[in-house]
């Protein structure tokens, strides 16, 4: 049986869910087999800033059409909570990045090479 609360958290994780699937692609795109740039591969970059806008989008005002059509129930979603949302996702991206430059790429890769 599903509540208006459960469609609610529902609602959350998934908006939330997409920020961390695209911050995690950003972290591992340090590692093998690309260990490139994100730069320099420009279809990945433009896919990660399109992500990243579509879910800015459908976090902090989607159009209602939109929202029914995806079953978002965030209507009654206070503006600063989705202000709190984003930033959480931020600093959850920062925090991702950061551990996969400093552990994988910083300490494990070098390990590797003896």
């Given at each position: 049986?599903?509540?208006a609360?459960?469609?609610?958290?529902?609602?959350?994780?998934?908006?939330?869910?997409?920020?961390?699937?695209?911050?995690?692609?950003?972290?591992?795109?340090?590692?093998?087999?690309?260990?490139?740039?994100?730069?320099?591969?420009?279809?990945?970059?433009?896919?990660?800033?399109?992500?990243?806008?579509?879910?800015?989008?459908?976090?902090?005002?989607?159009?209602?059409?939109?929202?029914?059509?995806m079953?978002?129930?965030?209507?009654?979603?206070?503006?600063?909570?989705?202000?709190?949302?984003?930033?959480?996702?931020?600093?959850n991206?920062?925090?991702?990045?950061?551990?996969?430059?400093?552990?994988?790429?910083?300490?494990?890769?070098?390990?590797?090479?003896?």
């Amino acid at each position: 049986m599903h509540s208006a609360y459960s469609e609610f958290r529902c609602s959350i994780l998934f908006l939330f869910a997409n920020f961390q699937y695209i911050s995690t692609a950003i972290a591992y795109s340090i590692s093998k087999p690309f260990r490139k740039n994100l730069f320099t591969n420009f279809p990945f970059l433009i896919s990660i800033l399109v992500s990243i806008g579509l879910s800015c989008y459908l976090l902090m005002y989607p159009c209602t059409f939109i929202a029914r059509w995806m079953k978002l129930d965030i209507d009654d979603i206070d503006f600063w909570y989705r202000i709190v949302l984003l930033v959480a996702a931020v600093v959850n991206g920062i925090v991702v990045w950061v551990l996969e430059r400093v552990f994988i790429v910083g300490l494990i890769a070098p390990a590797e090479q003896f």
